[in-house]
């Protein structure tokens, strides 16, 4: 709880997000209650929206996104999942990449509980051969005792 509080603290004292703040959060990301997390969410968008960030800066934002995200969802805050999910339907991401996308489809079918959805994810990162992210969604799909056979 400690450490919470300071982490809390700390992210509740940025004015200007930079790179390393938004690696921090990042990391901690699904160790903090996320309802603790919307002025951080809210900050982060609006900032990235504004274009107020350097490259390397808002190339972080969409993981962060997708991080707290699956915190919503495994903290099973379904008000605070949606919530984030409208807000990313509102942002245009810059730079909506291939990761962003595939994690996004795979983490609102698991919130969604939409096999289609889960499936066209799995079976995009497993036709790519994305060895790292096929792990991480074979280790999700054990959390939510979903079997890879109800995905075809």
């Known amino acids: 709880m400690p450490v919470q509080t300071e982490l809390k603290d700390y992210f509740f004292c940025i004015d200007h997000w930079q790179y390393y703040d938004l690696c921090l959060l990042f ?6 209650n ?16 504004q274009q107020d960030m350097s490259d390397t800066t ?5 993981p962060v996104i997708i991080a707290i995200l699956e915190a919503a969802i495994m903290q099973n805050k ?8 409208e807000k990313i339907d509102l942002v245009k ?12 489809l795979f983490w609102q079918g698991i919130s969604e ?12 990162t497993k ?8 792990n991480i969604f074979n280790h ?11 995905l075809l």
């Open 34 to 49: 996320v309802e603790n997390m919307k002025p951080y969410i809210n900050d982060i968008i609006d900032q990235y929206l």
């Open 78 to 85: 379904s008000a605070m999942t949606n919530k984030l999910l």
């Open 127 to 134: 036709c790519l051969h994305i060895t790292h992210t096929l």
């Open 113 to 124: 509980k939409n096999m289609k959805k889960i499936h066209d994810a799995y079976h995009i």
């Open 58 to 62: 808002s190339h972080m934002v969409a």
């Open 140 to 150: 999700i799909l054990e959390y939510y005792h979903i079997k890879k056979h109800d």
């Open 27 to 32: 990391f901690v990301a699904n160790m903090i």
């Open 93 to 104: 991401f810059h730079d909506q990449d291939f990761e962003f996308q595939t994690y996004l």
